[in-house]
């Protein structure tokens, strides 16, 4: 169950977790207090699913009192794509949405590790669930909570292959990050919570692995790493697309992005999920087969260690993907 204490807002949710939800958001054009962030129950985001949004990480670094947002270019390319998708009007480039995204962190400068929402909405109350109508109003929205590790990134992930299939580009294209296809999400997660999985692994239409609930997935195979391509109806993730120039520049890795069959799974020596929220989180058994050696895999881990370095400023050819706000 849900539920709002009154001592600071915190959320709970089914695995138990407390989230603390930061004191100011952006909304309907200015920074305001959490609290007034609110919507019509009758509005169409609301009732028909039509948003898009991102999740952006930021490492807070206690050695230079710092903290360092991920790759908010690559984020708010995206949601534009994912708006342009949606039909939805905006009126933002990403040098503006990237200055809010900015002013919000500012604004709660939380001393611990933060993630932030931008969302594009279509704010208005009409009943129809076209997308399309003259005049209306789509709305840019930023909030912010303090997140550790959305999914455990050290014990090595219990997960298993859904039974739900993943939403295929010719009904809801998982390629934009639309609010409404997380229901999608939604059912394959609690499916695997409810039967005593830490996560899921979707596959497509066609059979093949696609990715994580809401993150992407790797394989390694022989000292090689691989991933589903991005027409196997996936989110093209910014952190897979990270994780495979740091593998191939840094770390001397071959990748390659191919069909996956779901018994390529259990035969591999590592599996990982990659994802802003999910970072990079080592799979240790699938389906109740152990995957390699059933501990973190060393190229899971090593990918890992480098990831977390490069998050909190410490690697210099990295420090362009990253915006500082000094304390
Ligand atoms: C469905 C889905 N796939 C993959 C990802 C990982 O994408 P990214 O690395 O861009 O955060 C996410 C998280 O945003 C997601 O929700």
Same mark, same amino acid.
């Given at each position: ?8 807002i915190?959320?709970?949710f ?6 603390k939800i930061?004191d100011?958001?952006?909304?309907r054009d ?9 919507i019509s129950?009758m ?11 991102e ?9 230079d ?5 991920l790759?908010?270019?690559e984020?708010?390319?995206?949601i534009?794509?994912?708006?342009k998708i949606?039909r939805l009007?905006t009126?933002?480039?990403v040098?503006?949405?990237t ?6 962190l ?10 932030l ?9 009409r009943?129809?669930?076209?997308? =399309?109508?003259e005049?209306? &109003?789509?709305s840019? /929205?930023v909030?912010a909570i303090a997140?550790? %590790? *959305?999914v455990?990134?050290?014990?090595g992930l ?16 998982a390629?934009?990050?639309?609010n409404?296809?997380?229901v999608n ?15 899921a ?6 059979g093949h ?12 195979r022989?000292g090689?790493?691989?991933t589903s ?6 989110l093209?993730?910014i952190?897979?697309?990270?994780v495979t ?6 770390l001397g ?6 069909s ?10 590592e =599996?990982?999920?990659c994802? &802003?929220?999910?970072? /990079? ?6 389906? %109740? *087969? ?8 060393l190229?899971?881990?090593k990918?890992q ?7 909190r ?5 990295y ?9």
């Amino acid at each position: 169950m849900c539920s709002l204490k009154n001592d600071g807002i915190y959320l709970y949710f089914m695995a138990k977790t407390a989230i603390k939800i930061l004191d100011y958001a952006y909304f309907r054009d200015k920074i305001v207090p959490f609290s007034e962030a609110n919507i019509s129950i009758m509005t169409h985001a609301f009732m028909y699913g039509s948003a898009v949004f991102e999740g952006i990480r930021a490492y807070f670094n206690k050695d230079d009192n710092a903290i360092y947002i991920l790759h908010v270019k690559e984020h708010l390319e995206r949601i534009l794509n994912s708006t342009k998708i949606m039909r939805l009007n905006t009126h933002l480039s990403v040098q503006e949405m990237t200055d809010i995204v900015v002013e919000v962190l500012k604004k709660n400068s939380p001393k611990e590790d933060a993630y932030l929402r931008p969302s594009w909405f279509k704010d208005v109350i009409r009943i129809g669930p076209s997308l =399309v109508c003259e005049g209306d &109003t789509d709305s840019f /929205i930023v909030s912010a909570i303090a997140l550790g %590790d *959305y999914v455990d990134t050290q014990k090595g992930l219990n997960v298993r292959t859904s039974s739900w299939r993943r939403v295929q580009d010719t009904a809801i294209p998982a390629r934009a990050k639309v609010n409404g296809s997380y229901v999608n999400t939604g059912l394959a997660k609690a499916e695997a919570i409810l039967s005593g999985y830490d996560d899921a692994i979707f596959l497509n239409e066609d059979g093949h692995v696609a990715e994580g609930s809401a993150m992407n997935i790797f394989l390694v195979r022989d000292g090689k790493l691989i991933t589903s391509m991005g027409n196997e109806n996936i989110l093209e993730g910014i952190t897979r697309a990270f994780v495979t120039r740091i593998a191939r520049e840094d770390l001397g890795l071959e990748v390659s992005y191919r069909s996956i069959d779901r018994t390529e799974l259990y035969v591999a020596d590592e =599996v990982f999920f990659c994802g &802003t929220g999910a970072q /990079i989180a080592p799979i240790t058994a699938i389906d %109740d *087969y152990k995957v390699g050696t059933g501990k973190p895999g060393l190229i899971s881990k090593k990918i890992q260690d480098f990831y977390s370095e490069i998050c909190r400023g410490k690697v210099a050819k990295y420090k362009d993907y990253l915006i500082k706000i000094a304390y």
